[in-house]
């Protein structure tokens, strides 16, 4: 599966850090029945593996995130992944995904990582982060990267999701606003009138 055909028409990948299984599947269904995103579970705990392993054995694609080595990699595989997505770029991150058959996001802060990051064959790139670079900066890149699809990630809710959109951004990458009680139904509501 690839980036295209996951997101097409799900402009959200709902980010699950460190949330209890229970709260995670609840969460989970909520944007899966939305039909508006994908999950993703970073996996720097061995209890967020068995939050991944228990997401994805409902059937939905689930992503790893937070995924820093080639070790990673194998485990998110082996849990059931069907992307991952790292904080940076790294070479051997983008390898190993590949090889394993997963698409991968990789960080992307600067106009060279994003050169660096198409040249490994990554066409979708998490702008990362996005808060902080604005959306200025996704509207100023895709003048050299018309190919580039970002994923809009870091600092992103309901106050300013439309404004990442309209700025270029393929799909937003959200973690606290969707985990914090109350927070994902008004950005599903922005989601579904942008």
Avoid at 42 to 54: D, G, H, S, Y
Avoid at 97 to 117: F, N, R, Y
Avoid at 157 to 169: D, K
Wanted: hydrophobic share 45%; with cysteine.
């Amino acid at each position: 599966m690839t980036f295209d055909e996951l997101l097409e028409g799900r402009p959200l990948v709902a980010i699950l850090r460190g949330v209890p299984i229970p709260r995670a599947l609840e969460l989970a269904r909520a944007v899966w029945d939305s039909g508006l995103g994908v999950v993703e579970v970073p996996i720097q705990t061995p209890a967020a593996l068995e939050c991944l392993r228990a997401l994805a054995a409902q059937g939905h694609p689930v992503g790893a995130g937070t995924v820093r080595s080639p070790e990673q990699v194998a485990a998110a595989a082996e849990a059931g992944a069907v992307f991952t997505v790292a904080p940076g770029l790294d070479l051997d991150v983008v390898r190993a995904s590949h090889a394993a058959g997963l698409p991968h996001l990789p960080g992307v802060a600067t106009a060279s990582e994003v050169h660096h990051a198409l040249k490994a064959g990554c066409d979708w790139l998490k702008a990362f982060p996005a808060g902080s670079l604005g959306p200025g900066w996704l509207r100023e890149l895709h003048g050299p990267f018309p190919e580039a699809r970002f994923v809009a990630t870091g600092g992103i809710g309901a106050h300013n999701a439309h404004e990442y959109l309209t700025a270029g951004a393929r799909a937003l990458g959200v973690g606290g606003a969707v985990t914090r009680d109350g927070g994902l139904p008004p950005l599903l509501e922005v989601l579904r009138t942008t």
